[in-house]
């Protein structure tokens, strides 16, 4: 055999050998997973993509918002692999939640903000409830400006607004008001409007906006970790009960202590490892 037909023979095996590597990993070269869903959560993915890619260059991974329901509907229909959701599937009508798997990720912290030059600083629970319900309408009733209050509501299919609705407005829709998609919309606007308030999770804050606190208490990790600050949401990711490979590699991936460790928490979230309570669908919380 000449030296060409062994180096041929070899080239072969070798491609042979990488591709029953992709197919024992249960990952192609073609794998392709589609994240939508939840903006509160979207920072996290699209962080953790970069990491993520360096170590499955063969797979095609494309991250994107719409919201928690967006997310759920798509996932439980089979137009996306991943779909991330703030409230659990089982909350969402229309959604079919014993066909799908829900993988918990990470806990996000939701926030009162308001416009920067409002001198305010703190509402209890029951002002903050009060001024979305449409009872307090002015700033000066909580000590603030002779201010027309404007309300900028989240989006119905927002699984922020539903996560607001259930902790603090008990359940109850809030007066009607300017709604918007997204946290990075709702920002904007309460950044251009002199006494405006919403609400976004603190992936979202910066100098740009100033955040209140709930009851004197602000939404620091220790703080939600404890369930002290108590105005927080788990982040999950669902797939269908037969997910891909790819798809559950990547879940896995955000899981992993060590983005837990590092991505999860400059980005302002809170670990699922550091979480000293669990809260289960119908909102009770207990000590792990």
């Not at 392709?32 to 797979?59: D, M, R």
């Not at 008990?170 to 309460?190: C, F, H, M, R």
């Amino acid at each position: 055999m000449n030296k060409k037909s062994i180096f041929g023979l070899v080239f072969i095996a070798l491609i042979a050998f990488c591709w029953w590597d992709y197919e024992s990993h249960g990952v192609k070269q073609t794998s392709k997973v589609t994240n939508v869903g939840s903006t509160a959560l979207q920072p996290l993915s699209e962080s953790a993509a970069a990491g993520f890619l360096k170590k499955n260059p063969v797979i095609n991974l494309i991250v994107q918002g719409g919201g928690s329901g967006t997310g759920l509907s798509q996932v439980q229909n089979g137009t996306v692999e991943i779909g991330s959701s703030d409230v659990y599937a089982e909350s969402k009508k229309g959604i079919n939640a014993k066909k799908l798997t829900d993988h918990i990720v990470a806990i996000s912290a939701i926030v009162p903000i308001v416009n920067k030059k409002l001198n305010i600083k703190n509402l209890t629970t029951n002002q903050l409830r009060d001024i979305f319900l449409g009872t307090i309408t002015n700033w000066k009733q909580v000590g603030g400006p002779d201010l027309e209050i404007t309300i900028i509501n989240r989006a119905s299919g927002s699984g922020t607004r539903a996560a607001f609705q259930e902790l603090i407005l008990k359940g109850k829709e809030p007066l009607k008001a300017q709604e918007q998609d997204s946290n990075g919309s709702v920002k904007q606007i309460v950044k251009a409007t002199p006494g405006a308030i919403s609400y976004v999770s603190t992936s979202y804050i910066d100098n740009s906006i100033k955040t209140l606190t709930i009851d004197g208490i602000d939404a620091s990790s220790k703080n939600v970790e404890t369930n002290k600050y108590k105005l927080w949401s788990y982040e999950h990711m669902y797939t269908q009960k037969n997910a891909s490979a790819a798809a559950v590699k990547f879940i896995e991936y955000i899981q992993s202590k060590e983005v837990q460790n590092t991505l999860v928490k400059r980005a302002h979230y809170i670990s699922i490892y550091d979480m000293k309570v669990v809260r289960d669908i119908n909102g009770v919380v207990r000590k792990k």
